[in-house]
């Protein structure tokens, strides 16, 4: 019996080596998932950090098999391999968030964000 796939969306951003961080990350997720399918990336101006350097953003679109919570566990993990920390230094070398799983919407507030609207437009 075939599992069930579930519809995804993942937001991508880094504000240290950006581009090199997103490649290792769309790496790791086409391993991850399948039917995936990732928008451009785009900078824009970081908000609420202590570092001035311009985010890189990019939506990935997949199905899993994984529920919601695994999946977000996993992108967690995929974080911190990729150097990930929660310091109070405000690099962030990587962040993955779970922003729609099939009809379920999570961090509401980024999808407030011109660069989501922007690139939803995409998938």
């Given at each position: 019996m075939a599992q069930k796939l579930h519809h995804i969306i993942i937001s991508l951003a880094s504000n240290y080596?950006?581009?090199?961080?997103?490649?290792?990350?769309?790496?790791?997720?086409?391993?991850?998932?399948?039917?995936?399918?990732?928008?451009?990336?785009?900078?824009t101006e970081p908000i609420?950090?202590?570092?001035s350097e311009p985010?890189?953003?990019?939506?990935?679109?997949?199905?899993?098999?994984?529920?919601?919570?695994?999946l977000s566990e996993v992108l967690k993990e995929t974080e911190k391999r990729q150097?990930?920390?929660?310091n109070e230094?405000?690099?962030?070398?990587?962040d993955l968030d779970l922003l729609q799983y099939d009809d379920q919407r999570f961090h509401h507030r980024d999808w407030e964000r011109s660069y989501v609207k922007?690139?939803?437009?995409?998938?």
């Amino acid at each position: 019996m075939a599992q069930k796939l579930h519809h995804i969306i993942i937001s991508l951003a880094s504000n240290y080596n950006q581009e090199a961080n997103l490649e290792a990350a769309r790496t790791q997720l086409t391993q991850l998932l399948t039917e995936v399918h990732f928008t451009s990336a785009i900078y824009t101006e970081p908000i609420n950090s202590l570092r001035s350097e311009p985010y890189l953003n990019q939506l990935c679109e997949g199905t899993t098999a994984f529920g919601p919570e695994l999946l977000s566990e996993v992108l967690k993990e995929t974080e911190k391999r990729q150097g990930r920390t929660h310091n109070e230094d405000g690099i962030v070398t990587l962040d993955l968030d779970l922003l729609q799983y099939d009809d379920q919407r999570f961090h509401h507030r980024d999808w407030e964000r011109s660069y989501v609207k922007d690139l939803i437009n995409e998938l």
